[in-house]
């Protein structure tokens, strides 16, 4: 018996330390491309390559695809075992021509101020979970993001988190990026909120509402070393809302379709004008 127990515990030891590694680079210069996001497509596994482009990831299965994405690349799906080196091509610029509006900057406002939080521990895996901003026909008083703020928890200094902003597409979900590049933040240790100021990405608050979210980075450096989670949490604000959106496995799925009270992530903006 003792013998038996001893194999099913080394089987154990073995499955849940499975990984499958690689490296990520470009396509065109040959450099390392840090915080990639990795997901096993159709799966609640993933994770993101270190800022030397290494990556690691739970899954053995030979039969698993993978999906890589970073703003600034195109998106990419690989078998398992094709993943030793992976090349992203740089992207083309799709984003719509921006016209530049001098800013006054004389006008200030808040929104989606939160009353009261609730610190969540997400999964380790990254995933994005959004807060939906509406608009509202005053808002173009002052029609200008200016900041990004996001309320966190951390027990390490300088922990890094992504944020993501989205455009509404004609169902109501997630549409497309509305910057070119990874939006790579740090907050400090503690619990706190962060300002984070876009001013430099002349972003116009659109009238069909706007997607703002984070994205967890599973690197050795937002790593606690006594324990198997990373930094920072983000707290959540319990509210009533509908629909609510989160990207696991590749895509996006649609968490509730009917109004009902949730966790959303605890996120501000700025607007000015």
């Keep these: 018996m003792k013998?038996?127990?001893?194999?099913?515990?080394?089987?154990?030891?073995?499955?849940i330390s499975a990984q499958t590694s690689g490296v990520i680079k470009d396509s065109l210069t040959g450099k390392p491309v840090p915080f990639v996001s990795v997901w096993?497509?159709?799966?609640?596994?993933?994770?993101?390559?270190?800022?030397?482009?290494?990556?690691?990831?739970?899954?053995?299965?030979?039969s698993k695809t993978l999906i890589f994405h970073s703003l600034g690349f195109?998106?990419?799906?690989?078998?398992?075992?094709?993943?030793a080196v992976v090349l992203l091509s740089p992207k083309v610029n799709e984003l719509e021509e921006v016209?530049?509006?001098k800013r006054k900057e004389t006008k200030r406002r808040e929104i989606g101020i939160i009353e009261s939080t609730v610190l969540e521990a997400f999964e380790n895996q990254p995933k994005i979970d959004l807060k939906f901003f509406r608009y509202q026909s005053d808002y173009k008083q002052t029609g200008f993001i200016k900041k990004i703020g996001l309320i966190t928890d951390s027990r390490i200094d300088d922990a890094t988190i992504k944020i993501h902003l989205y455009s509404v597409d004609a169902n109501g979900f997630p549409g497309a990026e509305l910057l070119d590049r990874d939006l790579v933040v740090t907050v400090g240790k503690g619990n706190r909120q962060s300002?984070?100021?876009?001013?430099?990405?002349?972003?116009?608050?659109?009238?069909?509402?706007?997607?703002?979210?984070?994205?967890?980075?599973?690197?050795?450096?937002?790593k606690r070393e006594d324990r198997n989670t990373f930094y920072p949490y983000v707290l959540y604000n319990w509210v009533a809302r509908n629909p609510s959106f989160v990207f696991l496995g590749g895509q996006w799925s649609q968490q509730s379709a009917e109004k009902k009270n949730i966790y959303e992530p605890a996120i501000t903006l700025v607007l000015t004008n």
Excluded: Q
Excluded at 3 to 15: D, G, N
Excluded at 200 to 211: A, E, S
């Design 99 to 101: 016209v530049v509006r």
């Design 3 to 15: 013998k038996k127990f001893t194999l099913l515990l080394l089987f154990l030891m073995s499955a």
């Design 74 to 83: 195109e998106k990419k799906k690989l078998a398992l075992s094709k993943t």
């Design 195 to 222: 300002m984070f100021d876009v001013s430099k990405f002349n972003l116009v608050f659109p009238k069909t509402g706007i997607f703002v979210g984070f994205e967890k980075i599973m690197i050795e450096k937002n």
């Design 40 to 62: 096993s497509e159709n799966e609640n596994i993933g994770t993101t390559s270190e800022e030397n482009g290494s990556f690691e990831i739970g899954t053995t299965e030979k």
